[in-house]
């Protein structure tokens, strides 16, 4: 994943692509890279960049009908459920990184609806917030990271992708 580059010690990659194993779904890949400090003589398993991390993801009920955090076994995606919270480990290390994937169910356009007077989206598809604290301050820090398909979805699936989604299947 790409390194952090602004404010915070982290970053947030998220890509959009046809779900490999159900042509109708879609497979959301999410992912954390800590930053790398250069020439820095610490242990990078030791150095903790954020910790008491709560990362939610809130899915758009109109563009999403339904989900499924992959690693939860034979759960099935339901109706209604719009929102997921993530809290393992809590804590993200110097150059770690950290993939979640979610198979998405995308609610189907209707066909009687006018098309819109613009291809660019207003709402996201999904919004995902991340509340953090730095070894150093005690305040906490939140992040906000709104997807949106037209951004996010690639016509060609990067490497981290097709490697995630491999391992997934």
Request: net charge positive; charged share 20%.
């Amino acid at each position: 994943y790409p390194l952090p580059a602004g404010e915070h010690p982290f970053s947030i990659y998220t890509e959009i692509n046809a779900c490999p194993w159900n042509p109708d779904h879609l497979l959301l890949h999410i992912g954390l890279q800590g930053m790398v400090v250069p020439g820095q003589q610490v242990k990078k398993q030791k150095f903790i960049v954020a910790h008491d991390m709560k990362v939610n993801v809130a899915f758009n009920k109109e563009k999403i009908l339904a989900y499924r955090l992959i690693g939860y076994g034979s759960r099935r995606p339901k109706l209604g459920h719009v929102k997921t919270k993530w809290k393992h480990n809590r804590q993200l290390k110097m150059g770690q990184s950290v993939t979640t994937l979610y198979e998405l169910v995308p609610v189907e356009p209707d066909p009687s609806a006018k098309p819109p007077a613009s291809t660019k989206e207003t709402q996201p598809a999904l919004t995902i917030d991340i509340t953090y604290r730095e070894p150093v301050d005690p305040k906490q820090k939140q992040i906000t990271h709104k997807v949106f398909y037209t951004n996010s979805i690639s016509k060609k699936p990067s490497e981290n992708f097709i490697f995630a989604a491999g391992v997934a299947r």
